[in-house]
């Protein structure tokens, strides 16, 4: 939402059609709280892929990364049922959440 | 006349259904009321994921209200949660207080989610066409009135046909 915010045009189709997109510094402060409780690795993880990819963390449905579309791994996904860290996709590297 | 990215690629009617219309609206209160628009896509399972898409919707409201005056609110966002462009309509006989500029409680209630990418594009093409359904005094008051779905189908394949 701060990417689409922060585009100009995306922005100013928005303010176009009348709506108030000024509120851009509460969601800045949302996102500092909410990064203050992530580890450091897996925040310096989540800006390396946000840089390459634009969107860092993408879901996983039926075992397809919807970022690259792609399989992931059975063994991959038994690892992290186990316990394992955060589930990231092999093929892209992008971090992946459970739809 | 909409510039070539905020053409609307179907008719305005295609994006409303029977379903997705809540007459009359229970909640007093603005993050109440997101819910039961949302409401219809639960039940019908179009969401891949109630609470991210309520979060997005909340977050949208925290970066300013949707609500644009004249009773009208267009609470809207794109969310991976959501597999498609879908629209829910509702009414608030004693309106809800949506943080509007002119300080009107909401009455009529657009609720539009996407997802991240669409093939055609529709998302901002919709959200201008219903702004400028809306700004017309006569539909608003149609809107309002309007005692089944049916007569809120009329209106806006009237709108359609008008271009």
Redesign the interface.
């Known amino acids: 939402m701060i990417q689409e915010v922060t585009d100009p045009k995306s922005k100013g189709q928005e303010e176009g059609l009348g709506f108030d997109v000024g509120g851009l510094e509460r969601l800045r402060e949302a996102r500092k709280k909410l990064e203050a409780q992530v580890d450091r690795r897996s925040l310096s993880l989540y800006e390396r892929l946000r840089s390459k990819y634009g969107r860092a963390v993408v879901p996983f449905q039926g075992k397809i990364c919807l970022g690259c579309f792609m399989t992931v791994p059975t063994a991959t996904l038994s690892r992290w049922n186990e316990g394992g860290d955060l589930l990231v996709c092999e093929n892209c590297g992008r971090i992946l959440y459970l739809l | 006349m909409p510039q070539g990215d ?1 053409i609307l690629k179907k008719r305005l009617i295609d994006f409303f259904d029977e379903a997705h219309y809540l007459p009359v609206l229970q909640s007093t209160t603005k993050s109440e009321v997101i819910e039961e628009l949302l409401q219809p896509l639960i039940r019908s399972g179009t969401l ?2 109630r609470e991210i898409v309520l979060d ?1 919707l909340i ?2 409201e ?5 609500g ?1 005056g004249k009773g009208i609110a ?1 609470p809207h ?2 969310s ?2 959501v597999p498609e462009l879908q629209v829910v309509f509702g009414r608030s006989e004693a309106g809800v207080a949506f943080d509007a ?1 002119d300080g009107k409680p909401a009455t009529l209630f657009f609720l539009i989610v996407a997802p ?1 990418r669409e093939k055609q594009n529709n998302y ?1 093409p919709l ?2 066409k219903i ?1 400028e359904l809306v700004k017309d005094k006569k539909s608003r008051d149609r809107l309002h009135k309007a005692s089944s779905f049916d007569e809120v189908r009329q209106l806006i394949q009237e709108v359609d046909r008008s271009g």
Not at chain 2, 62 to 66: A, E, H, N
């Open positions: 905020m891949r994921d997005m977050r949208r925290q970066l300013g209200s949707t644009i267009i966002g794109r991976v949660a500029e991240p901002l959200l201008g702004v």
